[in-house]
Protein backbone atom coordinates (compact mmCIF):
# COMPACT_ATOMS: atom_id res chain seq x y z
CA UNK A 1 0.00 0.00 0.00
CA UNK A 2 1.50 3.28 -1.17
CA UNK A 3 1.55 5.42 1.79
CA UNK A 4 0.57 9.12 1.05
CA UNK A 5 2.46 11.98 2.28
CA UNK A 6 3.49 15.64 2.28
CA UNK A 7 6.80 16.68 1.11
CA UNK A 8 6.28 20.46 2.39
CA UNK A 9 5.35 18.63 6.08
CA UNK A 10 8.90 16.49 5.52
CA UNK A 11 7.64 13.33 7.31
CA UNK A 12 4.69 10.54 7.61
CA UNK A 13 2.07 10.37 10.16
CA UNK A 14 3.27 8.81 12.88
CA UNK A 15 1.66 5.70 12.78
CA UNK A 16 4.30 4.88 9.95
CA UNK A 17 7.46 6.30 11.80
CA UNK A 18 10.17 3.51 12.23
CA UNK A 19 12.38 4.17 15.07
CA UNK A 20 15.27 5.19 12.94
CA UNK A 21 15.37 8.72 11.67
CA UNK A 22 17.37 9.31 8.27
CA UNK A 23 18.62 12.34 9.58
CA UNK A 24 19.96 10.51 12.88
CA UNK A 25 21.57 7.61 10.88
CA UNK A 26 23.20 9.55 7.98
CA UNK A 27 24.58 12.52 10.46
CA UNK A 28 25.48 11.02 13.63
CA UNK A 29 28.55 11.70 14.82
CA UNK A 30 29.75 8.17 14.65
CA UNK A 31 28.80 7.75 11.20
CA UNK A 32 28.75 11.37 8.92
CA UNK A 33 32.43 10.77 7.92
CA UNK A 34 32.06 7.34 6.38
CA UNK A 35 28.68 8.47 5.08
CA UNK A 36 30.13 12.04 3.44
CA UNK A 37 33.03 9.16 1.79
CA UNK A 38 30.56 6.96 0.13
CA UNK A 39 28.35 9.98 -1.08
CA UNK A 40 32.09 11.83 -2.54
CA UNK A 41 32.52 7.72 -4.00
CA UNK A 42 28.72 7.42 -5.60
CA UNK A 43 28.97 11.11 -7.38
CA UNK A 44 32.83 10.22 -8.42
CA UNK A 45 30.95 7.05 -9.61
CA UNK A 46 28.10 9.06 -11.52
CA UNK A 47 30.37 11.56 -13.09
CA UNK A 48 32.75 8.95 -14.73
CA UNK A 49 29.29 6.97 -15.77
CA UNK A 50 28.50 9.68 -18.11
CA UNK A 51 29.39 9.59 -21.88
CA UNK A 52 28.71 11.70 -24.75
CA UNK A 53 28.28 14.92 -25.09
CA UNK A 54 26.07 15.67 -22.12
CA UNK A 55 28.58 13.28 -20.12
CA UNK A 56 31.57 15.85 -21.33
CA UNK A 57 29.67 19.04 -20.05
CA UNK A 58 29.43 17.31 -16.65
CA UNK A 59 32.77 16.05 -16.30
CA UNK A 60 34.03 19.74 -17.34
CA UNK A 61 31.47 21.48 -15.01
CA UNK A 62 32.30 18.98 -11.77
CA UNK A 63 35.95 19.95 -12.62
CA UNK A 64 35.17 23.10 -12.97
CA UNK A 65 33.64 23.18 -9.43
CA UNK A 66 36.49 21.09 -7.96
CA UNK A 67 38.93 23.61 -9.30
CA UNK A 68 36.91 26.16 -7.12
CA UNK A 69 39.32 25.49 -4.02
CA UNK A 70 39.98 21.94 -2.86
CA UNK A 71 37.84 20.00 -1.01
CA UNK A 72 34.65 22.43 -2.19
CA UNK A 73 32.60 19.62 -3.30
CA UNK A 74 33.46 17.13 -0.14
CA UNK A 75 32.31 19.98 2.00
CA UNK A 76 29.29 21.03 0.11
CA UNK A 77 28.49 17.39 0.67
CA UNK A 78 29.32 17.70 4.05
CA UNK A 79 26.88 20.67 4.48
CA UNK A 80 23.88 19.60 2.21
CA UNK A 81 24.02 16.11 3.82
CA UNK A 82 21.32 17.04 6.65
CA UNK A 83 19.06 18.57 4.43
CA UNK A 84 18.88 15.91 2.02
CA UNK A 85 18.44 13.49 4.98
CA UNK A 86 15.73 15.63 6.01
CA UNK A 87 14.07 15.27 2.17
CA UNK A 88 14.74 11.90 1.80
CA UNK A 89 13.36 10.82 5.19
CA UNK A 90 9.47 10.28 4.43
CA UNK A 91 10.20 8.57 1.26
CA UNK A 92 12.76 6.68 3.19
CA UNK A 93 10.15 5.63 6.22
CA UNK A 94 7.59 4.83 3.30
CA UNK A 95 10.17 2.08 2.48
CA UNK A 96 10.13 1.28 5.58
CA UNK A 97 6.49 0.81 6.55
CA UNK A 98 5.55 -1.04 3.17
CA UNK A 99 8.22 -3.60 4.20
CA UNK A 100 10.32 -2.53 0.69
CA UNK A 101 14.15 -2.00 1.11
CA UNK A 102 14.93 0.87 0.17
CA UNK A 103 16.53 -0.24 -3.21
CA UNK A 104 12.82 -1.46 -4.33
CA UNK A 105 11.18 1.76 -3.28
CA UNK A 106 13.66 4.30 -4.31
CA UNK A 107 13.68 2.76 -7.60
CA UNK A 108 9.72 2.77 -8.09
CA UNK A 109 9.88 5.99 -7.13
CA UNK A 110 12.79 8.08 -8.71
CA UNK A 111 11.52 10.79 -9.72
CA UNK A 112 10.05 11.55 -6.29
CA UNK A 113 13.57 11.15 -5.13
CA UNK A 114 14.76 13.34 -7.58
CA UNK A 115 12.92 15.95 -6.74
CA UNK A 116 13.44 16.06 -2.94
CA UNK A 117 16.82 16.21 -3.71
CA UNK A 118 16.89 19.04 -6.52
CA UNK A 119 14.63 21.43 -4.06
CA UNK A 120 18.03 21.25 -1.57
CA UNK A 121 20.24 22.25 -4.72
CA UNK A 122 18.36 24.75 -6.09
CA UNK A 123 17.87 26.49 -3.26
CA UNK A 124 21.45 26.56 -2.15
CA UNK A 125 22.65 27.33 -5.56
CA UNK A 126 19.65 30.46 -5.65
CA UNK A 127 21.30 31.64 -2.37
CA UNK A 128 25.48 30.73 -3.76
CA UNK A 129 28.19 34.15 -3.30
CA UNK A 130 29.59 32.30 -6.14
CA UNK A 131 29.22 33.45 -9.89
CA UNK A 132 31.12 30.25 -10.58
CA UNK A 133 29.13 27.47 -9.05
CA UNK A 134 25.92 29.78 -10.20
CA UNK A 135 26.62 29.90 -13.68
CA UNK A 136 27.40 26.12 -13.75
CA UNK A 137 24.81 25.31 -11.88
CA UNK A 138 22.71 26.98 -14.21
CA UNK A 139 24.11 25.20 -17.15
CA UNK A 140 23.66 21.57 -15.81
CA UNK A 141 20.37 22.31 -14.08
CA UNK A 142 18.47 21.04 -17.52
CA UNK A 143 19.75 17.45 -17.59
CA UNK A 144 20.25 17.22 -13.60
CA UNK A 145 16.87 15.63 -12.54
CA UNK A 146 17.89 12.56 -15.15
CA UNK A 147 21.23 12.36 -13.66
CA UNK A 148 19.90 12.33 -10.42
CA UNK A 149 17.42 10.04 -11.21
CA UNK A 150 19.87 7.41 -12.61
CA UNK A 151 22.29 8.10 -9.53
CA UNK A 152 19.33 6.64 -7.14
CA UNK A 153 20.17 3.29 -7.29
CA UNK A 154 23.92 3.58 -5.72
CA UNK A 155 21.86 6.50 -3.56
CA UNK A 156 19.83 4.16 -2.20
CA UNK A 157 22.83 1.05 -1.65
CA UNK A 158 24.70 3.99 -0.18
CA UNK A 159 21.34 4.19 2.44
CA UNK A 160 20.77 0.84 2.83
CA UNK A 161 24.57 0.57 3.99
CA UNK A 162 24.17 3.18 6.58
CA UNK A 163 20.72 3.34 7.80
CA UNK A 164 19.14 -0.33 7.18
Given at each position: ?????????????????????????????????????????????????????S??????????????K?????????????????????????????????????????????????????????????G?????????????????????????????????
Open positions: MQVCYSIAEGRLPDQYMTTTNLTEALTGESKKSAVVDDCMALIDAEVGDKGGLGLAVKAGYRAIQGIPGFVRQVVTDLLPDFAKALDPIYQEAKASGRTVKEHFASHTTQVADALLTITDDKAKRSKSMVKGTYEKLRGSAKKNVEAAVPRLAGMIEKHAP
